[in-house]
């Protein structure tokens, strides 16, 4: 009777908890899907191409879309990249980009240091509200430098060789941003 008893509330505790994770993550929007999608409004898609960026296993393609919802207006960098069944996106806030640019140059900083402690593994990454994440780790002497374009889903991940491509990416959309804000 007590192996029933407690089966009974092992389930009950496991099919609500999971109940929470799944209203939690419908909750769970970005910033992009925020802006774009108030009801009642006229939104514009206008995007602005970039150059693509060359990962490891690929080339993304990346861009600037600016969003007119009504009289407001928002830029986002996007980064996308190819999959087999899908595209994978990042859509970074114009704000949130300044601060990925600033990690950057912080993760860079710290890159020689890390491989030098020569550890069995170390990761060092820099996470947007939205998701998106950058960094590297460092893997028996080897350091090995990421995006992670979505909080969610599989193959969603660039590795890149080219740190002053990707830097000067960053800076591409940054300043394309300001320019088409003016």
């Known amino acids: 009777m007590k192996k ?6 092992l389930l009950i505790t496991t099919y609500s908890f999971s109940q929470d994770i799944k209203k939690e993550s419908e909750n769970a929007k970005t910033k992009m899907e925020t ?4 009801t009642g409004v006229i939104t514009k898609f206008t995007d602005t191409n970039l150059s693509n960026l060359k990962s490891s ?3 993304a393609e990346t861009r600037v879309r600016k969003i007119s919802s009504g009289d407001n207006e928002r830029y986002f960098y996007q980064i996308e990249k190819p999959g087999k069944y899908s595209n994978s996106t990042a859509s970074i806030e114009y704000s949130d980009l300044i601060e990925v640019i600033k990690a950057f140059h912080s993760l860079k900083s710290e890159v020689d240091t890390d491989n030098n402690k020569n ?27 990421y995006m992670k374009l979505e909080k969610y889903g599989s193959d969603t991940t660039l590795f890149i060789n080219d740190l ?6 960053f800076i591409e ?9 003016l």
Do not use: C, H, M
């Not at 029933?4 to 509330?9: A, E, G, K, N």
């Not at 550890?119 to 430098?145: A, C, H, M, S």
């Not at 959309?173 to 804000?181: D, W, Y």
């Open 164 to 169: 002053d491509k990707i830097e000067s990416n």
């Open 35 to 38: 802006f774009a999608s108030k």
């Open 4 to 9: 029933i008893l407690l089966i009974s509330v």
């Open 173 to 181: 959309a940054k300043n394309k941003i300001e320019e088409l804000k």
């Open 57 to 59: 296993y690929t080339v």
């Open 119 to 145: 550890p069995d593994y170390l990761e060092n990454k820099f996470i947007t509200e939205d998701g998106f994440q950058l960094g590297y780790f460092v893997r028996k002497g080897k350091t090995t430098w």
